[in-house]
T-cell receptor, first 111, second 112 residues
Framework: SQQGEEDPQALSIQEGENATMNCSYK?????LQWYRQNSGRGLVHLIL?????REKHSGRLRVTLDTSKKSSSLLITASRAADTASYFC???????????FGAGTILRVKS | DVKVTQSSRYLVKRTGEKVFLECVQD?????MFWYRQDPGLGLRLIYF???????EKGDIPEGYSVSREKKERFSLILESASTNQTSMYLC???????????FGQGTRLTVV
């Protein structure tokens, strides 16, 4: 079964707007990661946040983690058409070596 | 530049064939993974390996096996391909669970 579940499944916004995607997971984790996938390609790592961190920034990306609610959010500010992609969260189990992905959010940024 | 290379980008195989998907990484990573990706289902873990000759089942191992004889190479084997194994297959590697995973470009397998 999948550990992470993204919400919404799909998101369509105008260029310049902010995009927020959420991820919920079921078991305790060591860290949570976000990845991007352009159509038909492999995944590219965006950001990793550890279980003892609450917020992390990387350029236009802001990630938050709430371990009490077992949830994370990815905010992309001032979106661009090039941000159009699928976004996945991935978690490792607190015990074990598995890296488990959610079903993803499809983001479309209209220019 | 770090690299994970999958042997084929597109593959068409017949039902019942034995299929080998190869993945090679050049980063001396301990962990390697095989996922399949289907629309609406995201990435599902088939098998992973945390060391040479070590492997563990993921969430959907049925119909698949793996081989890791050398640290840099992780092979996924479809023992007898079936049409429900038509999918995108993604290989990844990571130094450890506390580091990012690097993905190959994916193999789109069609079983006819």
């Amino acid at each position: 079964s999948q550990q992470g579940e993204e919400d919404p499944q799909a998101l369509s916004i105008q260029e310049g707007e902010n995009a927020t995607m959420n991820c919920s997971y079921k078991t305790s984790i060591n860290n949570l990661q976000w990845y991007r996938q352009n159509s038909g390609r492999g995944l590219v790592h965006l950001i990793l946040i550890r279980s003892n961190e609450r917020e992390k920034h990387s350029g236009r990306l802001r990630v938050t983690l709430d371990t009490s609610k077992k949830s994370s959010s990815l905010l992309i500010t001032a979106s661009r058409a090039a941000d159009t992609a699928s976004y996945f969260c991935a978690t490792d189990m607190e015990y074990g070596n598995k890296l488990v992905f959610g079903a993803g959010t499809i983001l479309r940024v209209k220019s | 530049d770090v690299k994970v290379t999958q042997s084929s980008r597109y593959l068409v195989k017949r039902t019942g064939e034995k299929v080998f998907l190869e993945c090679v990484q050049d980063m001396d990573h301990e962990n390697m993974f095989w996922y399949r990706q289907d629309p609406g289902l995201g990435l599902r873990l088939i098998y992973f390996s945390y060391d040479v000759k070590m492997k563990e089942k993921g969430d959907i191992p049925e119909g698949y096996s793996v081989s890791r004889e050398k640290k840099e190479r992780f092979s996924l084997i479809l023992e007898s391909a079936s049409t429900n194994q038509t999918s995108m297959y993604l290989c990844a590697s990571s130094l450890s669970m506390t580091y990012e995973a690097f993905f190959g470009q994916g193999t789109r397998l069609t079983v006819v």
